[in-house]
């Protein structure tokens, strides 16, 4: 909290808002920056504690949501979309190749009872997706899909990267830490996109359509910045991890 030693020394120059990325300009309404880091990750207190409902490994409510104003859990999407949804969402944010066999036993299981614990769904994925000496529990991707579901990730993203772009001064630069292929991909278009010498007039980018203009960013890292061998023996949950960056012209 804000009576840590660490946090003391910065004294007035230091603010928390309880905000998600998208309100990142009206914290900021009266200010602007030299820089903004944007950490996409989760705390690993939020996901180790049970009552939160992040982790498939112990027994809690089937929750998800990063701020609990929210109005919408996991509970509710697993218990209530149809099967065709949850294969999407399994599909397009946990990469998992098995969504269709497992929205079908999600919504068998909820037709004989309501599935409403972390331990409940694992075992459910688990059961039409035997681990079979598989390193990683076979729900990982499911977990990971529902959460980002929950909180709209993406979408935060997406409102977060225009937010940041809009507070930042001329000279300022953005650093975006990742730790999901989606997430990357969004701020690398973001900041390719920036960095091109033209617009295009419609969807599709050929050369017909481009209109040229100066650059408005200047990118710090043509590739994505990766955690080396020691921080992930470290901290083995930096292993996906991936920071761009970039300067604002």
């Not at 009266?30 to 996409?40: I, Q, R, T």
């Not at 112990?58 to 294969?87: F, H, I, K």
Request: proline share 6%.
């Amino acid at each position: 909290g804000l009576n840590s030693p660490f946090l003391k020394r910065f004294g007035d120059r230091l603010e928390l808002h309880r905000e998600p990325f998208a309100g990142l300009a009206k914290c900021l309404a009266k200010a602007s920056c030299d820089g903004v880091l944007l950490d996409l990750g989760v705390s690993s207190p939020q996901l180790d504690e049970a009552e939160r409902g992040f982790s498939f490994q112990v027994e809690g409510p089937l929750d998800m949501r990063m701020d609990r104003r929210q109005p919408v859990s996991a509970t509710q999407l697993v218990n209530e979309l149809e099967a065709g949804e949850l294969t999407t969402i399994f599909w397009e944010l946990g990469g998992e190749r098995r969504s269709r066999r497992i929205a079908r036993a999600i919504v068998e299981q909820r037709n004989m009872q309501r599935i409403e614990t972390t331990l409940q769904l694992a075992d459910t994925v688990e059961r039409v997706c035997p681990r079979r000496g598989a390193r990683t529990h076979p729900a990982t991707g499911v977990f990971q899909a529902l959460r980002m579901a929950v909180n709209d990730e993406l979408g935060q993203v997406q409102a977060g990267l225009d937010a940041a772009w809009s507070v930042l001064k001329p000279g300022g630069c953005l650093a975006v830490i990742t730790f999901h292929s989606g997430e990357d991909r969004l701020v690398k278009q973001f900041s390719r996109r920036l960095a091109k010498p033209y617009t295009v007039r419609g969807d599709v980018d050929v050369p017909e359509l481009r209109e040229p203009r100066e650059p408005l960013a200047r990118e710090l890292s043509r590739k994505a910045i990766k955690p080396s061998d020691a921080e992930v023996g470290r901290n083995p949950r930096s292993r996906s991890a991936q920071m761009r960056a970039m300067e604002k012209l």
